[in-house]
C-alpha cells in the first residue's frame, strides 16, 4: 500500500490547522476547518482502497469480487454530513456575530475581554428578542 | 431476579429522541409549559430507565444488538449496546441532571418555541448513546451529535461575546471530531472491526504496533480535548462562561467528565491490551492530570467572573479525575466514576446559584455584586456548602470519589499527583468561598469605581420565583450529602472491575483522612486571604502578591480568546500525547 494518501492527509491536516492558527477572517477559517475535514476523508478512503477491485455494488458483479471495503466509505459519508452540519453551523454563528460586532476578525471578537479595559465603551449589548431564535 | 428484556436498552436514547422530534414538529402549536413538562418528563423517565438498567446490569453487562445483528464466528457486523452497572449508573445520573436543569430553567426561555428544550433533549440522548455504546464509530456519532446540540446551546443567546464563545468550543471540538475519526479509522484498519470487544482481542493478540498506538494518540487527544485537560483546555472557559446557566449546568457536570468516562471505557476495554499504551498511560495521565489541576484551581482564584471561575474550577477537577484515571487500577477508575457523579451534583448546584444570581441581581461579577446577595441568603447558604463540597469536606458523594482517588494515588506511590490534587481543590474551593463570602456578606474592601466587569453586561429573566430556582440546586446539594456511602462502598467494586472487564476486587483503599481536611483548611485561608488582604500585615502580602503578578499575567494571557492560539496549542498537546507513547 502506497504511503502518499497518508502523506496527504497529515499534510493537508497540518496545513489547516496552520490556517486556522493564523486566520485573520472567520469564513477564511471555515474554509481550513474544511481541508482540516478533508485529511480524515483522504486517510478513511486510502485505508479503505484495494488496488483493483470495484466498488463495493455487486448487481452487475458476481458475489465475491473483490472490492473496497464499504465499511470505510459508509464513515466518509458520515463524516461528509457532520462536515456540512458544523460549516453551516459555523457560518450561522459568524454571520451572527458579524451581525453584532460588526467584524470578522477574531482578533476583535473576544468572548471575554482582558482584564483592566472595561468593555462598556465597546458596541451595544443587544439581544434583540425579535431576532433571537435558536441554531 | 427476573431476566431484565434486553431489548429495552435502547429506549433511554430513543424517548429524548422521539419527543423531541414530536415537539420539534409541533413547536409552534404547543401550549406554554408544554415543553418545560414534556422535557422534564422525558429527562426523569431516562433516569429511572437507567436506573433500572443499571440495577439488571450487577449480574454482568447486557447487550443489545441492533437488528438483531448479533456477532457470529468473532465476526462483529451489527451494532451493539452493551451497558454494565457503572456505565448504566453514570447514564442514570446525567438523566436525573437533565431533570434537575429543565426544572431550574422553567420558562427560562420566552417565545422559543422549545428549540432550548429541543436541543437539550438530543443532547441528552447523545449522552445515553454515548455511555452505553460497546462500537467505536457509534461512539464517534454520539460524540459529534453531543458537540453540534452544545455547539448551538452555548450560542443560544446570540450576544457578542457569546457568538464568540461558541466559535472557538465549535471549531475546536470539530477538530476533536476529526482526530476522533482518524484514530478510528486507523483501528480499524488494523483489526477490521469496530466493536470493543472485537478490536480489544486483535489489539491484545498483535503486539507493539505504531498504527495503534496513533489511533488511541488521535482517540485521547479527541476525548481529552472534550475532557478539557491542559493544554486542549482553553475552549472550556469560554463556552461555560458564555452559554446560558442551565446549559453551563450540563456542561460543567455532565459533558466534560463524559469526555474521561469515554477515555476510561477506550483506554482500558478497547486498547487495554497493547503494552505499549499502559506503559504510557500513567505517566500521561497522571502528568497531565495534575499539571491540570493545579492550573485550573489557580486560574479559577484569579476570576471575578462567576461562570468562568466555576469553569476552571471544571477544569481542575477535570485533572483530578484524570489522575484517578491515570493509577490505571480498579481504585483509581471507581474512584473516579464516583467522583464524575459527585462533581456533577456539586457544580451543577454552584451554576445555578449563579444563574439565580443572574436572574435575580443582574449581574455575574463578583466585585460587582459584593453584598447584594444578603436579599437572597437561602442561596448563600447553598453557595457556602457548595463551596465546602468542592474542596473537599469529608461528606457526601464528592468527598468519597476524592478519597477513593486519593487512595489509589497513595498505593502506587504518586505523591506528588495527591498533593496536586489537594491543592487544585483547595484553590477552587477558595475561589468560590471568597465569591461566597463578598456576595452574599459583604465581606471584602468596597470595589468603588473598579467595579466595571471584563465582559459584557449579561442578563437572564428575572420572571422565575426564587424557590423555583433554588429547590434543584438543593436538591443537587442534598444528593451530594444524603446518598449513603455504604451503598456505594458495597456497589463500587463489582461495578468498576465490570467497567474495567477485570476479576471482582474485594473492597477498595481510600486515602488518608486528613488530606481532605488540609484541603479545606487551604481553601478557608485562601479564601480569607482574598477577602481580607487589605487587614492583613504587609510583611504577609508583599510576599505573596509578588509572587503572584508575574505567572498571572503569563497566565491571562495565554488564555487569550483567541482561536489561533487554542489550535496552536491544540497541536502541541496532540505532540506531546504521541511523543509519550511514542517513548513508553
Known amino acids: 500500500m502506497s504511503v502518499l494518501p497518508y502523506a496527504v492527509a497529515a499534510w493537508l491536516f497540518g496545513i489547516g490547522l496552520y490556517g486556522i492558527a493564523t ?3 472567520f469564513i477564511h477559517l471555515v474554509g481550513c476547518l474544511g481541508v482540516c475535514q478533508s485529511a480524515t476523508y483522504v486517510l478513511l478512503l486510502g485505508l479503505g482502497y484495494r488496488w483493483g477491485s470495484i466498488a463495493p455494488i455487486f448487481y452487475d458483479h458476481p458475489p465475491g469480487t473483490p472490492a473496497v471495503d464499504p465499511v470505510m466509505q459508509a464513515l466518509v459519508l458520515t463524516d461528509i454530513v457532520v462536515g456540512a452540519t458544523l460549516t453551516a453551523l459555523l457560518l450561522v454563528l459568524t454571520i451572527q456575530a458579524y451581525k453584532r460586532g460588526g467584524s470578522l476578525d477574531p482578533e476583535k471578537l473576544r468572548p471575554m475581554r482582558a482584564v ?17 431564535k435558536a441554531s | ?35 418545560d413538562i414534556l422535557a422534564t418528563l422525558a429527562a426523569l423517565s431516562v433516569a429511572v430507565l437507567c436506573g433500572a438498567i443499571a440495577v439488571h446490569a450487577a449480574d454482568g453487562p447486557l447487550v443489545y444488538w441492533f437488528g ?3 456477532p457470529r464466528d468473532g465476526v462483529h457486523l451489527g451494532i451493539g449496546f452493551s451497558v454494565d452497572e457503572a456505565s448504566g449508573w453514570v447514564a442514570a445520573f446525567i438523566g436525573l441532571l437533565y431533570a434537575l436543569t429543565f426544572v431550574f430553567a422553567w420558562g427560562f426561555f420566552d417565545r422559543t ?34 458537540s453540534v446540540a452544545a455547539f448551538a446551546l452555548t450560542a443560544y443567546h446570540l450576544a457578542e461575546s457569546s457568538l464568540a464563545g461558541a466559535i472557538n468550543f465549535t471549531v475546536v471540538n470539530s477538530l476533536a471530531g476529526f482526530l476522533m475519526l482518524g484514530g478510528i479509522g486507523l483501528i480499524y484498519a488494523q483489526t477490521g472491526t469496530l466493536d470493543f470487544e472485537g478490536i480489544a482481542a486483535a489489539v491484545a493478540q498483535g503486539g507493539r504496533d505504531p498504527v495503534v498506538a496513533g489511533a488511541f494518540c488521535l482517540v485521547a487527544s479527541a476525548l481529552m480535548i472534550k475532557g478539557a485537560i491542559v493544554p486542549f483546555q482553553f475552549w472550556l472557559a469560554d463556552a461555560h462562561a458564555v452559554a446560558p446557566s442551565p446549559v453551563s449546568v450540563i456542561f460543567s457536570g455532565a459533558m466534560v467528565s463524559l469526555g474521561l468516562f469515554g477515555l476510561a471505557k477506550v483506554s482500558a476495554v478497547v486498547f487495554g491490551g497493547s503494552d505499549q499504551v499502559r506503559h504510557a498511560l500513567p505517566a500521561l495521565l497522571i502528568g497531565l492530570g495534575s499539571f ?8 479559577a482564584l484569579l476570576q471575578r467572573h462567576l461562570k468562568r471561575m466555576l469553569a476552571f474550577s471544571t477544569i481542575s477537577h477535570a485533572g483530578i479525575m484524570l489522575t484517578g484515571l491515570g493509577a490505571l487500577s480498579v481504585n483509581g477508575t471507581g474512584g473516579m466514576l464516583v467522583y464524575v457523579v459527585g462533581h456533577g ?28 446577595g444578603r436579599g437572597i441568603w437561602p442561596a448563600g447558604i447553598a453557595m457556602g456548602l457548595a463551596g465546602l463540597l468542592l474542596c473537599g469536606l469529608p461528606l457526601g458523594v464528592l468527598d468519597q470519589g476524592t478519597r477513593l482517588v486519593q487512595g489509589a494515588l497513595a498505593q502506587q506511590g504518586h505523591g506528588i499527583a495527591l498533593a496536586a490534587g489537594a491543592i487544585g481543590a483547595a484553590l477552587t474551593g477558595a475561589a468560590v468561598l471568597r465569591a461566597a463570602g ?36 438543593c436538591v443537587l446539594l442534598a444528593l451530594d450529602v444524603g446518598v449513603p456511602a455504604g451503598l456505594i462502598e458495597h456497589a463500587l467494586p463489582r461495578a468498576a472491575s465490570a467497567f474495567l472487564h477485570r476479576p471482582a476486587v474485594e473492597t477498595l483503599a481510600e486515602g488518608p483522612g486528613w488530606l481532605p481536611w488540609i484541603s479545606v483548611v487551604a481553601a478557608l485561608a485562601g479564601a480569607g486571604y482574598g477577602l481580607f488582604r487589605r487587614r492583613l500585615p504587609a510583611l504577609v502580602v508583599r510576599p505573596v502578591s509578588a509572587t503572584q503578578s508575574a505567572p498571572t499575567r503569563a497566565l491571562e494571557v495565554l488564555h487569550s480568546g483567541l482561536i489561533g492560539d487554542y489550535v496552536a496549542w491544540l497541536g502541541v498537546g496532540v505532540a506531546v500525547v504521541a511523543g509519550v507513547l511514542a517513548l513508553a
Open chain 2, 68 to 70: 438483531g445483528w448479533e
Open chain 1, 116 to 132: 483592566g479595559q472595561s468593555g462598556r465603551d465597546r458596541g451595544s449589548n443587544r439581544v434583540g428578542d425579535g431576532e433571537r
Open chain 2, 345 to 372: 451534583l456539586v457544580k451543577g448546584a454552584l451554576f445555578m446559584i449563579a444563574g439565580i444570581l443572574l436572574a435575580t441581581q443582574a449581574s455575574i461579577d463578583e466585585i460587582a455584586l459584593r453584598g447584594l
Open chain 2, 1 to 35: 431476579m427476573t431476566a431484565f428484556p434486553a431489548a429495552l436498552l435502547p429506549l433511554p436514547v430513543a424517548i429524548p429522541l422521539v419527543i423531541c422530534a414530536a415537539m420539534l414538529a409541533t413547536a409552534h402549536f404547543l401550549p406554554g409549559r408544554l415543553p
Open chain 1, 23 to 25: 486566520s485573520r477572517n
Open chain 2, 292 to 299: 491540570t489541576a493545579l492550573l485550573g484551581g489557580w486560574m
Open chain 2, 113 to 146: 418555541h422549545g428549540h432550548f428544550h429541543i436541543l437539550m433533549l438530543l443532547f441528552l440522548a447523545a449522552m445515553v448513546g454515548f455511555c452505553f455504546t460497546r462500537d467505536m464509530f457509534n461512539l464517534f456519532v454520539w460524540f459529534e451529535v453531543m
Open chain 2, 438 to 473: 463578598r456576595i452574599f456578606l459583604g465581606l471584602g474592601p468596597d470595589p468603588g469605581d473598579e467595579a466595571g466587569a471584563p465582559s459584557e453586561d449579561e442578563r437572564e429573566k428575572a420572571n422565575r420565583p426564587l424557590w423555583l430556582m433554588l429547590a434543584p440546586c
